[in-house]
């Protein structure tokens, strides 16, 4: 079963090659359709392989020498461009690297790669969308510009759209989803003004996103804008907003830390707390009226977050976990659900691999559910005996692009994706996890690329 499911991963991602991956929607074509699906080729003696063929061979030798490691996988496709760097396939296999590297937390490949899928089609919007994502995750000022290029084209194109739209063009999107998009966008800009220093332009994106589509966390980002710039009457109506807003996250953590950023902004103003219940009450009933008919379409918590460990995911208690107090270590997640048979076989053979690193305080272990019905979780856990730490997954399934259950994804030191499994074997399950966990704790050797 190892085998199958070590082919069966290979399958999967060589399909990104030979059709469209997260970067484009067209159907994934099957592996036997690949050559009536590229253009026909003079024929070749049958001594002589065509050099479409040797495409296919270094391509399947990639694939099937990376494992399970999507690390490799990109190095092996790095190496496949050097040796092709004509080839028909150039950007599919370009899509490929940026959509592993992004899978995989790797925001500095992606950007690489992406760049050069940009060469291709200057305007595609799902590529300025992943290359801002990636780019805004570096930490060098070089990288934040180019971050601000691309997010100003995106919100640029999306502008247009919208018009077009309103003009009477054919849209798939209602009016609501525009503003919701173009708002999200400005947003998005908005940071990385912030993060750049830029207070002014920081201020007048948010204000602007604002004004198209009301949210939370945007009125938050107005209020700490403008208490910086020292107006405590603008910064307490935003945080005012912000903290009274329908459908709040349910992260109780940020909810109070709102609370204090309300409770500042109300003393500078007024000199005390008094008076400050009835203004919120009054502020909440205002934006009630205001977004009644958004209430039932609520962003989910972790809306537009792209790095799996921004995310805050809810045990089962109703506790938040931060996946950011896992940065640095090897992390473990087994993604599973109460239906699923081998889920509960993979759930008694994880605890078996996590009894082995109990000492080891670099490697932690989460097993998150994807139950659409959460309430007859706790009942199974009880039931089955687990002492795996659990949490729902909340989105991260999608994030991770989790296709079927149970996946097996480990994280190394960085964040980066370094194993993928999906399915079980149960005689290979525990030596074969040991040995990858332990080889993400080892100490990281740069790459030669890296070195480069």
Same mark, same amino acid.
């Given at each position: 079963?190892?085998?199958?499911?070590? *082919?069966?991963?290979?399958?999967?991602?060589?399909?990104?090659?030979?059709?469209?991956?997260?970067?484009?929607?067209?159907?994934?074509?099957?592996?036997?359709?690949?050559?009536?699906?590229?253009?026909?080729?003079?024929?070749?003696?049958?001594?002589?392989?065509?050099?479409?063929?040797?495409?296919?061979?270094?391509?399947?030798?990639?694939?099937?020498?990376?494992?399970?490691?999507?690390?490799?996988?990109?190095?092996?496709?790095?190496?496949?461009?050097?040796?092709?760097?004509?080839?028909?396939?150039?950007?599919?296999?370009?899509?490929?690297? @940026?959509?592993?590297?992004?899978?995989?937390?790797?925001?500095?490949?992606?950007?690489?790669?992406?760049?050069?899928?940009?060469?291709?089609?200057?305007?595609?919007?799902?590529?300025?969308?992943?290359?801002?994502?990636?780019?805004?995750?570096?930490?060098?000022?070089?990288?934040?510009?180019?971050?601000?290029?691309?997010?100003?084209?995106?919100?640029?194109?999306?502008?247009?759209?919208?018009?077009?739209?309103?003009?009477?063009?054919?849209?798939?999107?209602?009016?609501?989803?525009?503003?919701?998009?173009?708002?999200?966008?400005?947003?998005?800009?908005?940071?990385?003004?912030?993060?750049?220093?830029?207070?002014?332009?920081? +201020?007048?994106?948010?204000?602007?996103?604002?004004?198209?589509?009301?949210?939370?966390?945007?009125?938050?980002?107005?209020?700490?804008?403008?208490?910086?710039?020292?107006?405590?009457?603008?910064?307490?109506?935003?945080?005012?907003?912000?903290?009274?807003?329908?459908?709040?996250?349910?992260?109780?953590?940020?909810?109070?830390?709102?609370?204090?950023?309300?409770?500042?902004?109300?003393?500078?103003?007024?000199?005390?707390?008094?008076?400050?219940?009835?203004?919120?009450?009054?502020?909440?009933?205002?934006?009630?009226?205001?977004?009644?008919?958004?209430?039932?379409?609520?962003?989910?918590?972790?809306?537009?977050?792209?790095?799996?460990?921004?995310?805050?995911?809810?045990?089962?208690?109703?506790?938040?976990?931060?996946?950011?107090?896992?940065?640095?270590? =090897?992390?473990?997640?087994?993604?599973?659900?109460?239906? @699923?048979?081998?889920?509960?076989?993979?759930?008694?053979?994880?605890?078996?691999?996590?009894?082995?690193?109990?000492?080891?305080?670099?490697?932690?272990?989460?097993?998150?559910?994807?139950?659409?019905?959460?309430?007859? *979780?706790?009942?199974?856990?009880?039931?089955?005996?687990?002492?795996?730490?659990?949490?729902?997954?909340?989105?991260?399934?999608?994030?991770?692009?989790?296709?079927? +259950?149970?996946?097996? =994804?480990?994280?190394?030191?960085?964040?980066?994706?370094?194993?993928?499994?999906?399915?079980?074997?149960?005689?290979?399950?525990?030596?074969?996890?040991?040995?990858?966990?332990?080889?993400?704790?080892?100490?990281?050797?740069?790459?030669?690329?890296?070195?480069?």
């Amino acid at each position: 079963m190892r085998q199958a499911a070590s *082919v069966l991963w290979r399958r999967i991602a060589y399909e990104l090659v030979l059709g469209f991956c997260l970067l484009g929607t067209c159907r994934l074509l099957p592996l036997g359709t690949a050559q009536s699906a590229a253009k026909p080729a003079d024929k070749q003696p049958a001594t002589q392989a065509s050099p479409d063929a040797e495409e296919q061979k270094a391509l399947d030798g990639a694939f099937r020498s990376a494992e399970s490691n999507p690390q490799i996988l990109i190095e092996n496709l790095d190496a496949f461009l050097a040796r092709f760097p004509k080839s028909h396939r150039r950007e599919m296999v370009l899509r490929t690297i @940026c959509t592993l590297a992004m899978e995989g937390n790797d925001p500095g490949v992606a950007a690489q790669y992406g760049q050069k899928l940009l060469e291709i089609d200057p305007d595609d919007p799902k590529v300025l969308t992943m290359l801002v994502e990636a780019l805004a995750r570096q930490s060098d000022g070089a990288s934040r510009a180019r971050a601000i290029e691309y997010s100003s084209r995106l919100v640029v194109i999306a502008e247009k759209q919208r018009a077009q739209a309103a003009s009477g063009g054919i849209s798939n999107n209602t009016p609501e989803q525009w503003a919701e998009r173009l708002a999200t966008l400005y947003a998005q800009r908005a940071g990385l003004y912030r993060d750049s220093g830029d207070l002014d332009k920081a +201020l007048a994106d948010y204000e602007r996103s604002y004004e198209i589509y009301p949210t939370a966390r945007v009125a938050e980002h107005m209020g700490d804008a403008t208490s910086t710039k020292g107006d405590s009457a603008r910064a307490l109506d935003c945080y005012l907003a912000a903290f009274v807003f329908p459908n709040q996250s349910p992260d109780p953590g940020h909810r109070q830390e709102v609370r204090r950023k309300l409770g500042r902004a109300y003393v500078a103003v007024h000199h005390s707390e008094q008076g400050l219940g009835d203004m919120a009450l009054a502020r909440y009933d205002a934006l009630t009226q205001q977004l009644a008919s958004r209430f039932s379409n609520a962003l989910p918590q972790n809306a537009g977050r792209r790095d799996p460990f921004d995310y805050v995911l809810e045990r089962t208690d109703g506790t938040a976990l931060r996946l950011t107090d896992f940065r640095g270590k =090897v992390m473990v997640m087994d993604f599973w659900a109460t239906w @699923c048979g081998p889920c509960r076989l993979q759930g008694k053979l994880l605890e078996r691999v996590m009894a082995n690193f109990r000492t080891e305080p670099a490697a932690a272990f989460l097993a998150v559910n994807t139950d659409a019905d959460r309430s007859i *979780v706790p009942s199974f856990l009880k039931e089955e005996g687990w002492s795996l730490p659990v949490a729902y997954a909340q989105g991260l399934d999608q994030l991770l692009d989790v296709r079927g +259950l149970p996946t097996i =994804v480990i994280f190394d030191r960085q964040g980066r994706v370094v194993y993928r499994q999906e399915g079980v074997d149960p005689e290979g399950f525990v030596d074969e996890l040991n040995k990858h966990v332990r080889e993400a704790l080892r100490p990281r050797v740069p790459s030669s690329g890296e070195a480069r």
